[in-house]
């Protein structure tokens, strides 16, 4: 059974860190590209980051350059998201995402709502 399960997210406020983590199981993690998208109340939902199979190359959204950081570990089948200097705009459900670059095969995960308020 292919899963994408998210954790790691909660209330923090501004200017604090969160470290979300996405663990996959079911299918060959170290195959697929990984994403970070994140969808506010009201909003289109918002591709936050990207990392390559093997982690050679990442990309992120305007938005979050510079705070931050996403990364994975093969071996443990897990990819992550670093929060950092976090905004009242980052509040958000954060879902991770899974695709297969070869044909377009996606998974995703079920989402995890990340909270940035005093």
């Known amino acids: 059974q292919v899963q994408l399960v998210e954790s790691g997210g909660g209330l923090v406020q501004p200017g604090g860190s969160l470290r979300l983590s996405c663990a996959a199981s079911?299918?060959?993690?170290?195959?697929?590209?990984m994403n970070w998208y994140r969808q506010a109340p009201g909003k289109e939902r918002e591709l936050v980051a990207t990392?390559?199979?093997?982690?050679?190359?990442?990309n992120y959204g305007d938005s979050v350059k510079g705070r931050f950081t996403i990364s994975r570990d093969n071996a443990k089948n897990t990819g992550y998201l670093q929060m950092n200097s976090l905004k009242p705009e980052d509040t958000a459900v954060y879902y991770c995402?899974?695709?297969?670059?070869?044909?377009?095969?996606?998974?995703w995960g079920r989402g995890i709502q990340v909270t940035v308020s005093s």
């Open positions: 995402n899974a695709r297969d670059a070869r044909n377009g095969w996606t998974y």
């Open positions: 079911g299918f060959t993690f170290s195959s697929y590209v």
């Open positions: 990392i390559t199979s093997a982690g050679g190359w990442t």
